[in-house]
């Protein structure tokens, strides 16, 4: 799995990077949404994007919606810093996939799983 | 003074809460650094346990990373301190430097926060009796102002200027005008007039100028010119 992942916080990035590598996950690091928006646009596909919600320049929440329009199969997480109710950054929509920080490695990486696999399916699941 | 001390209200509260909000912010990004640093250290441990061999130089920046975060958090809680007792009086004696130099601390917690320089004020210290915690509310907005209008590569220079009658004049360079059109709000204005700060833009320099008497109660009838 190959992750797109944008934070301001350049040495947060980096340790997240870091520990998800040695999870088998492969992460792309920006430190600004500008720069990932560049880097898709050039084509490259990322199977989920973790997203800084607060960010100098484009923001989380605005850079999900560029990243949806270049690229509809692209999944997202956002991260927050924010000690308010996520509703009130990101919208009741994105709120969700909304990881706080401090994170929990293993949230974080169940939360990829179930965006890149999808539901379990069940017996009664329909083919 | 009375005036001051009757600004101490809901402008001021809102004021204080954004500025905390801020700094709440700053700190859980440094909780969070110190949270991901301490759990790679986990997973390195968990592999050196299983036979891995683990690269020294990786456990050596992790610690480094935690003790940076750790010294950017006691001065991000150093700035809060001395944010929090800016409320201790409605006036005092204070060095303009050191008001300056906090908000701008202050205002580099915004996420939209752009650079700013502080001219060093040589061989004097620029000293005036009025309310730190509303001065630095309304320094504090016009940097709001400015980054906003100009966006994350905005830059301002600040610079102090003793004016005749013993007050002070501060200026800010990289202005545009635009700002103008919105600052000074009206609480922003309200809270310039109970400390007799006259705030006016400089069309010549392009230039912000707040114009700090030597003592609240030395103004007699402060003037706010709110636009272009």
């Not at chain 2, 996420?111 to 509310?137: D, I, R």
């Not at chain 2, 220079?157 to 013993?166: E, F, K």
């Amino acid at each position: 799995m190959k992750v797109l992942l944008v934070d301001d916080e350049q040495k947060f990035a980096l340790m997240l990077a870091k520990r998800l590598e040695l999870r088998g996950i492969q992460s792309v690091v920006f430190f600004s949404g500008e720069k990932a928006l560049e880097t898709v646009e050039q084509g490259n596909h990322f199977a989920v994007a973790i997203l800084d919600v607060k960010m100098p320049g484009i923001g989380g929440v605005e850079l999900k919606r560029r990243l949806s329009a270049l690229d509809p199969r692209m999944k997202f997480v956002f991260l927050t810093g924010h000690g308010s109710k996520i509703e009130d950054t990101t919208g009741a929509n994105e709120a969700a996939d909304c990881l706080p920080k401090p994170l929990r490695i293993d949230e974080l990486i169940a939360t990829l799983k179930r965006l890149t696999e999808g539901p379990p399916e069940t017996s009664n699941s329909k083919h | 003074m009375d005036n001051a001390k009757d600004l101490f209200g809901y402008d001021s509260l809102a004021f204080f809460g954004k500025v905390n909000a801020s700094i709440s912010h700053e700190l859980k990004n440094v909780m969070a650094i110190i949270s991901e640093t301490a759990g790679l250290l986990g997973d390195l441990s968990d592999m050196a346990s299983t036979g891995t061999p683990i690269e020294p130089d990786m456990l050596k920046s992790c610690t480094n990373s935690i003790i940076e975060e750790i010294q950017r958090g006691f001065l991000t809680i150093r700035q809060m301190n001395r944010f929090a007792h800016s409320t201790d009086s409605p006036a005092e004696a204070v060095n303009l430097m050191d008001v300056l130099d906090l908000t701008i601390n202050l205002s580099g917690y915004l996420s939209f926060s752009g650079k700013v320089c502080l001219n060093p004020c040589k061989n004097v210290s620029p000293t005036v009796s009025t309310c730190p915690f509303l001065l630095q509310a309304i320094v504090y907005q016009a940097m709001v102002y400015a980054f906003k209008t100009t966006g994350p590569g905005a830059e301002i220079t600040i610079s102090l200027q003793a004016r005749d009658d013993g007050g002070w004049r501060i200026l800010f360079s990289g202005f545009s005008g635009s700002e103008f059109q919105v600052f000074p709000d009206v609480a922003t204005s309200a809270m310039a007039t109970s400390i007799g700060v006259a705030i006016r833009f400089d069309k010549t320099d392009d230039r912000l100028v707040l114009d700090v008497p030597l003592a609240i109660e030395s103004t007699t009838n402060p003037s706010v010119a709110p636009g272009i």
